[in-house]
């Protein structure tokens, strides 16, 4: 039986000289020892796969844990915030019970964060925003405190902040991007684009391509400058690729600019060509800085035709576009989009900046029409510079 390997035992690396010893089920030896674990090639066909599964099943349960503890924190604060408003009512609790409350709420729990008098504001006006439970326990609970704070002192309206609070839960905003959200009115824009979506998509996506697109596209982050041309909205746009991608919202995947599209022995180039992750298809969009033409409708339809034929793999489905104008009006976008074969929809962009002046500045700064006018009366001495025809 003396020097007989035991089948399935773990290698041992050795560092002294002296044979191993097995004691007690364990290998000893007057050197220092360590099991090296079995190169993956030695190991069962179906190891691979079984370690990957393994982990995503502890991925889900520590991403589960985390999101119950939440649940519990968030549902645990609204009930604190019930109980004081209820005692407000009733017998006049004020600020100070409150500064009181949470001092001695804090010596019970030394180890336990959130319970400041300012905190505990925060939950009676958090519950005094949600008092419906049902609410709360399905959408409200499930995000973070810090959202919840946000929707809370930036939000009057009930329903609008619920569709913030859903959104938020939907697409994984993060605090900072809830308040961009909220301070670009994001939930009186979402769904409003002009589209055909309803007589070209099956319905499920044509709800769900509804309301991936918005109107109007906010492109405050171009600065000043007030683009005249496509090609100065285009490479603004890339510069601000971030700040465009969540202005766009969740999903989008950026493809690239100016992208070739070859048809017959002709040369054409999409403005803008992003992926759509949820929808699974390619977002053709168009840039105009002029209103709305009909004649810009059939541009974008040869667009998506071309890539579906192009660009479009066996597993996505049918390209859709989006152009983007400065102006447009409604009935006239309806009617050029009525019995249109592709999904397309229609949008304004605009910079907001006139929004954003002071009151008292407003009326004392040219509108664009004056400066247009004063332009107009100066010779055009400097050559346009050549570029691509639209």
């Not at 700040?243 to 180039?269: C, H, K, M, T």
Request: charged letters at 30%; glycine letters at 6%.
């Amino acid at each position: 039986m003396a020097g007989r390997k035991k089948l399935g035992s773990t290698p041992i690396v050795r560092t002294g000289g002296a044979p191993a010893r097995h004691s007690r089920g364990r290998t000893r030896e007057e050197g220092a020892s360590f099991p090296v674990p079995p190169p993956r090639s030695e190991l069962p066909r179906g190891y691979v796969a079984t370690l990957r599964e393994i982990k995503e099943r502890i991925r889900r349960e520590r991403l589960r844990v985390v999101m119950a503890a939440n649940s519990a924190m968030v549902f645990l604060y609204w009930d604190i915030g019930r109980m004081i408003l209820d005692r407000q009512e009733r017998e006049g609790w004020g600020a100070k019970v409150i500064d009181r409350l949470s001092t001695d709420l804090r010596e019970a729990y030394p180890d336990m964060r959130g319970l400041s008098p300012r905190n505990l504001k925060y939950m009676r006006a958090f519950a005094a925003a949600w008092p419906d439970q049902a609410i709360v326990q399905r959408c409200v609970a499930q995000l973070p405190w810090r959202q919840n704070i946000a929707l809370i002192e930036r939000l009057d309206n009930e329903k609008a902040r619920l569709w913030y609070a859903e959104q938020t839960l939907r697409q994984g905003w993060s605090q900072p991007i809830l308040c961009l959200q909220i301070e670009r009115g994001a939930h009186e824009r979402h769904g409003k684009a002009i589209t055909n979506f309803a007589a070209t998509l099956p319905p499920a996506d044509s709800d769900m391509a509804a309301q991936v697109f918005k109107d109007p596209y906010l492109f405050d982050f171009l600065g000043t400058a007030d683009p005249r041309r496509e090609r100065e909205v285009e490479q603004a746009l890339v510069d601000h690729i971030q700040r465009f991608l969540i202005e766009l919202g969740s999903g989008f995947a950026f493809v690239g600019r100016q992208v070739l599209l070859e048809v017959g022995d002709q040369e054409f180039y999409v403005d803008l060509l992003f992926y759509h992750l949820k929808l699974r298809c390619y977002v053709v969009i168009e840039l105009k800085a002029v209103p709305f033409d009909p004649a810009f409708v059939g541009q974008l339809n040869l667009y998506l035709s071309a890539a579906d034929d192009l660009l479009r793999h066996r597993d996505d489905k049918p390209a859709i576009g989006l152009l983007l104008c400065r102006e447009k009006n409604r009935i006239v976008v309806e009617y050029a989009l009525r019995d249109l074969n592709k999904p397309i929809g229609v949008a304004g962009w605009k910079t907001r900046l006139v929004e954003k002046l002071p009151k008292e500045l407003k009326g004392s700064l040219p509108t664009v029409e004056e400066i247009e006018a004063e332009l107009a009366e100066f010779p055009k001495s400097a050559p346009r510079s050549p570029g691509r025809k639209r």
